[in-house]
């Protein structure tokens, strides 16, 4: 039994240690508001229509599999998205009402040299 339970957390150990390999080096990949130099070599451009935090995380990740290590956002937009609604059942009123944001980012993948 105990020899199951160690194949059990060796193969989680590895299901886990493959999943960030897929993006080697994220964490090494910089945002910035624009391209930091000439030499930086353009890539690709990429929309992400999450909560900003998420946005950051999901760009750098994603720039690892175009061989980025800068992501520039190009242009951030914010749409508030309101719905109401109201109901009558035996004279009997009821209301409700939401609002969230819906959070829009645009940005372009860059290979950029180190910096000197």
């Known amino acids: 039994m105990k020899k199951c339970y160690v194949l059990v957390i ?3 150990v590895l299901l886990g ?3 960030s ?3 080697i080096g994220w964490e090494y990949v910089r945002i910035e508001k624009k391209v930091p130099n000439d030499n930086c070599e353009y890539k690709i451009q990429e929309v992400c ?3 900003d935090a ?3 995380h999901w760009y750098k990740k994603r720039a690892t599999m175009f061989d980025a290590n800068t ?3 190009e242009d951030v937009s914010k749409e508030r998205i309101s719905s109401g609604s109201a109901i009558m ?3 009997i009123g009821s209301a409700g009402y939401s609002s969230s944001v819906r959070t829009t980012m645009v940005a372009d993948y860059y290979h950029c040299p ?3």
């Open 10 to 12: 060796g193969i989680i």
């Open 17 to 19: 240690c493959a999943h």
């Open 21 to 23: 390999q897929k993006y």
């Open 49 to 51: 229509g999450r909560p």
């Open 54 to 56: 998420d946005c950051y």
């Open 71 to 73: 992501v520039v956002l």
């Open 89 to 91: 059942i035996d004279g």
């Open 114 to 116: 180190p910096k000197e």
